[in-house]
Each structure stands twice: as structure tokens, then as C-alpha cells.
Nanobody, 118 residues
Framework: QVQLVESGGGLVQAGGSLRLSCVGS????????MGWFRQAPGKDREFVGG???????KYADSVKGRFAISRDNAKNTVYLQMNSLKPEDTSVYYC????????????WGQGTQVIVSS
């Protein structure tokens, strides 16, 4: 089990950028599949993107071309770079992890709020 803590959320104007961080402790994130999810008020949790290796990284259609996931293994951190933000991106964003052999994401962070104003 790994502990995950997100940070970097805040208020940003439409068209702006924000970078979220997910710092892990307890085990290296480099050995795990990492995912980003978001949940807006009154909505179900939505998959944003996930990565194991750069070539395997996938994104939801709604964020493709605007968001990018990267790793800094020396800092045991995974990032979500968000560009060209839209008001509909407003959500609480969560990072999650799983073993490559597992079906479900097992560890979750506490979430960080992103608000995009128009």
C-alpha cells in the first residue's frame, strides 16, 4: 500500500494552466500504474488519464491534447499538467495507483480542488 497526497489545485481563469502534483510515500510510484480522476459536484468520478510508461499513457477524450501526465521518479511524484483550462474542468482531482497486475486502483489521494472561472 502506498500513501498519496495531491497538491497544486486552486482557482484559475479559463485558458490558463495549472500543474497538479501527486507525491507518494511507502513505495516507489515508478513501480505502479498511476491514474488521475476527477469528480465534479453531483457527478460521478471520471477517468482523466493514466500512465505506466510514457508510451502507454492514455487520456480521456475530454482532456486529450490539453492535459499531460509525467513522472519525476527522483521525487516519487506524478504530475498532471493542465493547459487551456475550461470551466467544465472544474472538479476535485484525485490521483490513484495500482499494481500493474491488479484490475482496480487501490490507493487514492485525498483530492485537490480545481476551479476554472470564466
Amino acid at each position: 500500500q502506498v500513501q498519496l497526497v495531491e497538491s497544486g489545485g486552486g482557482l484559475v481563469q479559463a485558458g490558463g494552466s495549472l500543474r497538479l502534483s501527486c507525491v507518494g510515500s511507502g513505495r516507489p510510484l515508478s513501480s505502479l500504474v498511476m491514474g488521475w480522476f476527477r469528480q465534479a459536484p453531483g457527478k460521478d468520478r471520471e477517468f482523466v488519464g493514466g500512465t505506466y510508461t510514457p508510451s502507454s499513457t492514455k487520456y480521456a477524450d475530454s482532456v486529450k491534447g490539453r492535459f499531460a501526465i509525467s513522472r519525476d521518479n527522483a521525487k516519487n511524484t506524478v504530475y498532471l499538467q493542465m493547459n487551456s483550462l475550461k470551466p467544465e474542468d472544474t472538479s476535485v482531482y484525485y490521483c490513484a495507483s495500482k499494481l500493474r497486475s491488479d484490475t482496480e486502483f487501490r490507493s487514492w489521494g485525498q483530492g485537490t480542488q480545481v476551479i476554472v472561472s470564466s
